[in-house]
């Protein structure tokens, strides 16, 4: 999920690591888009090798830190125990480069979406080049942070720059879609997420995505059929199951799905919630949604505006959800339907 990429444009003088440090740093670049547990592994290890072969580089303790926010959304660690890794690996990073843009993108998107401190995270972002660092699958992470306050234009623009500097990166399209489903422009969601698979054909969350998109747009057997291969691509990956499982019983297959239903039980509560609300159970799903924004479960935070989730944020349900993630009144009340 990790995209090591140096921001452009840097204004302050940066680090020059030595070579074997630097190579074993880009090492995660064929990385960045595959989020498998064998890969956040990967990554994890080149990122450590090439702060020990360079420990005056501050870039790998960047990697390191959003490595634990992939393994948190992807591989199921819990939050409380990811996200103090991914602020102390981020504040080693400082200690190396107090103005390292990098940095502070990382601790503002940890303030907005972990402590749901907006006011914090605005000032981490305005560090001079943070709105502008490009280093992750959240890039540009400013975006998200714009996107979840309800400034969704700001971010849909933010998502395209990020295209235009690199078209061969899967995440900026992936966010871009994201962005794209909440104000409704499902076609052009789903044209993002074609690319997506054109680059990347067993691009699990793509896949995922799109089977819950266009059975949303009423094509409930081409959802099935997506949702399938997506958890034969991955059926280690919970998102799979829940979409899988929900969209087989939308269907009617009630056995298949229940057999799946049972592998979730240990799942965390964004999970939870994904299977509910496929299955039209809002308020069941809204139960989940708000155990998960107790959790601070940062995956929860993306995928509230989700078409999946369309019923709850239009249900009686959604203002106390908008007011327990501590959103600015506008994101509270701007809900596409």
Same mark, same amino acid.
């Given at each position: 999920?990790?995209?090591?990429?140096?921001?452009?444009?840097?204004?302050?003088?940066?680090?020059?690591?030595?070579?074997?440090?630097?190579?074993?740093?880009?090492?995660?670049?064929?990385?960045?888009?595959?989020?498998?547990?064998?890969?956040?592994?990967?990554?994890?290890?080149?990122?450590?090798?090439?702060?020990?072969?360079?420990?005056?580089?501050?870039?790998?303790?960047?990697?390191?830190?959003?490595?634990?926010?992939?393994?948190?959304?992807?591989?199921?660690?819990?939050?409380?125990?990811?996200?103090?890794?991914?602020?102390?690996?981020?504040?080693?990073?400082?200690?190396?480069?107090?103005?390292?843009?990098?940095?502070?993108?990382?601790?503002?998107?940890?303030?907005?979406?972990?402590?749901?401190?907006?006011?914090?995270?605005?000032?981490?972002?305005?560090?001079?080049?943070?709105?502008?660092?490009?280093?992750?699958?959240?890039?540009?992470?400013?975006?998200?942070?714009?996107?979840?306050?309800?400034?969704?234009?700001?971010?849909?623009?933010?998502?395209?720059?990020?295209?235009?500097?690199?078209?061969?990166?899967?995440?900026?399209?992936?966010?871009?879609?994201?962005?794209?489903?909440?104000?409704?422009?499902?076609?052009?969601?789903?044209?993002?997420?074609?690319?997506? =698979?054109?680059?990347?054909?067993?691009?699990?969350?793509?896949?995922?995505?799109?089977?819950?998109?266009?059975?949303?747009?009423?094509?409930?057997?081409?959802?099935?059929?997506?949702?399938?291969?997506?958890?034969?691509?991955?059926?280690?990956?919970?998102?799979?199951?829940?979409?899988?499982?929900?969209?087989?019983?939308?269907?009617?297959?009630?056995?298949?799905?229940?057999?799946?239903?049972?592998?979730?039980?240990?799942?965390?509560?964004?999970?939870?919630?994904?299977?509910?609300?496929?299955?039209?159970?809002?308020?069941?799903?809204?139960?989940?949604?708000?155990?998960?924004?107790?959790?601070?479960?940062?995956?929860?935070?993306?995928?509230?505006?989700?078409?999946?989730?369309?019923?709850?944020?239009?249900?009686?349900?959604?203002?106390?959800?908008?007011?327990?993630?501590?959103?600015?009144?506008?994101?509270?009340?701007?809900?596409? =339907?």
């Amino acid at each position: 999920m990790i995209r090591g990429k140096l921001a452009v444009g840097i204004a302050h003088s940066r680090y020059q690591p030595n070579l074997a440090a630097y190579e074993a740093y880009l090492k995660t670049c064929h990385l960045a888009a595959k989020v498998t547990p064998e890969s956040l592994k990967l990554a994890q290890r080149c990122y450590e090798q090439a702060s020990e072969l360079d420990p005056a580089f501050p870039l790998p303790h960047i990697g390191i830190g959003l490595n634990w926010v992939s393994v948190m959304i992807f591989g199921g660690r819990p939050t409380h125990e990811a996200v103090p890794a991914a602020r102390a690996a981020a504040l080693k990073a400082l200690l190396l480069d107090p103005a390292l843009p990098e940095a502070h993108a990382l601790l503002g998107l940890l303030a907005a979406l972990y402590e749901l401190d907006w006011a914090a995270a605005e000032r981490h972002f305005d560090h001079p080049m943070a709105k502008q660092a490009s280093f992750t699958t959240f890039r540009p992470i400013y975006g998200w942070m714009q996107f979840q306050r309800g400034n969704t234009e700001s971010a849909i623009d933010l998502a395209r720059r990020a295209i235009e500097e690199d078209s061969l990166d899967v995440w900026p399209r992936m966010n871009l879609q994201a962005y794209l489903q909440y104000v409704g422009r499902e076609a052009d969601a789903l044209d993002q997420l074609q690319k997506v =698979l054109e680059l990347d054909p067993n691009q699990v969350v793509a896949l995922v995505a799109m089977s819950m998109l266009v059975t949303y747009r009423g094509d409930l057997a081409q959802g099935v059929s997506l949702a399938r291969r997506a958890h034969t691509i991955a059926p280690w990956y919970p998102d799979a199951v829940a979409a899988l499982a929900g969209l087989l019983h939308l269907q009617g297959e009630a056995a298949e799905s229940q057999t799946l239903a049972k592998t979730l039980e240990a799942s965390d509560a964004p999970v939870q919630a994904l299977f509910h609300l496929l299955r039209g159970e809002v308020d069941v799903g809204a139960d989940w949604v708000e155990k998960a924004i107790e959790q601070r479960d940062l995956s929860m935070m993306i995928y509230l505006r989700f078409v999946a989730w369309r019923e709850l944020r239009a249900s009686n349900r959604w203002p106390n959800i908008a007011k327990m993630l501590n959103l600015p009144e506008t994101a509270r009340t701007s809900v596409a =339907l």
